[in-house]
């Protein structure tokens, strides 16, 4: 009689999509709707973008009525005035948020695969290691400029309308590429840190406390670097502030925690992503053939 391997047998049908990796895109967003948790953590998220829609109608509506005696207080107060030191603000503190949203959607997504034994599944059918790898990325990176980058171009649009003006345009039309170059610059580290810890951890929990260890030591590590060598620029050390040394750099904003070029930041922000990335390729292209 004939042996047969324990294993899945291949897809026989046609891809539904053009682009494969929009099915694993599909399949992991259907997953994440269903969590409560998940659902309150982008409802916090959108609290701060319309807390700061508001900021702009309010500055907006007042600025076209110099008569309005609010008008005077919000002209004199810089945290109410609309620059680029307003959307630098907002994707600053959106990071606190945007990390444990994509925390909590990538620290299972590869992890979880393995422990289910859903490779075999996956990679029956006509997907290959480079679709798979494709589609839990641009999943983070797409959840992660959802409540970045989107809301802050739109907020720039509106802030056009609000204020029609050869000024205001001159003034605004570099904002969306500052916006959507520094939410990449936050996200995509974060997706490749996230997804390389879940692909080499047995469990969701294990890769979330590693990510969270590891982003507590790095911050420390750098703090007590510039504060023993009385030297700022060792505060670099730190990812965070090395991702808000590249954001200061793309806002215009001279107020810098340290003066080390934004080269060195950037390269180090690249680097760190580029091994994220081969972890996460050279553990699925492992399953692929393994499958």
Not at 107 to 124: H, P, Q, R, T
Not at 251 to 256: A, K, N
Not at 269 to 284: D, N, P, T
Request: net charge positive; aromatic share 12%.
């Amino acid at each position: 009689m004939p042996i047969y391997t324990k294993t899945y047998r291949r897809y026989d049908g046609q891809p539904r999509h053009h682009f494969r990796w929009l099915v694993v895109i599909e399949q992991e967003m259907k997953t994440l709707v269903k969590f409560r948790i998940f659902k309150l953590l982008v409802l916090l998220a959108a609290l701060h973008i319309i807390l700061r829609l508001l900021q702009i109608v309010a500055y907006d509506v007042l600025a076209q009525d110099p008569n309005n005696p609010l008008q005077v207080i919000f002209a004199n107060l810089d945290i109410a005035r609309i620059g680029p030191d307003t959307f630098f603000s907002f994707l600053y503190l959106q990071t606190s948020i945007l990390f444990i949203i994509l925390l909590y959607s990538g620290a299972g997504m590869i992890c979880n695969d393995f422990k289910n034994n859903l490779m075999e599944v996956y990679f029956s059918k006509p997907l290959t290691w480079a679709d798979y790898s494709f589609g839990k990325i641009l999943t983070l990176v797409l959840l992660g400029l959802s409540i970045t980058a989107l809301p802050g171009v739109i907020l720039v649009g509106l802030h056009n309308l609000l204020l029609p003006s050869m000024d205001t345009l001159s003034a605004s039309w570099w904002w969306p590429f500052s916006i959507i170059g520094y939410s990449l610059v936050i996200i995509i580290p974060i997706t490749l840190a996230v997804l390389a810890c879940s692909s080499l951890l047995p469990s969701q929990n294990y890769a979330a406390i590693t990510i969270i260890m590891a982003l507590v030591a790095n911050s420390s590590l750098g703090v007590l670097f510039a504060g023993m060598l009385r030297q700022r620029d060792y505060m670099a050390i730190s990812f965070p502030l090395s991702i808000r040394r590249v954001g200061e750099t793309l806002f215009g904003d001279h107020r810098i925690l340290f003066s080390l070029s934004w080269y060195w930041c950037f390269l180090y922000i690249s680097v760190v992503c580029l091994i994220s990335l081969l972890i996460i390729l050279r553990k699925v292209r492992r399953a692929e053939i393994a499958s």
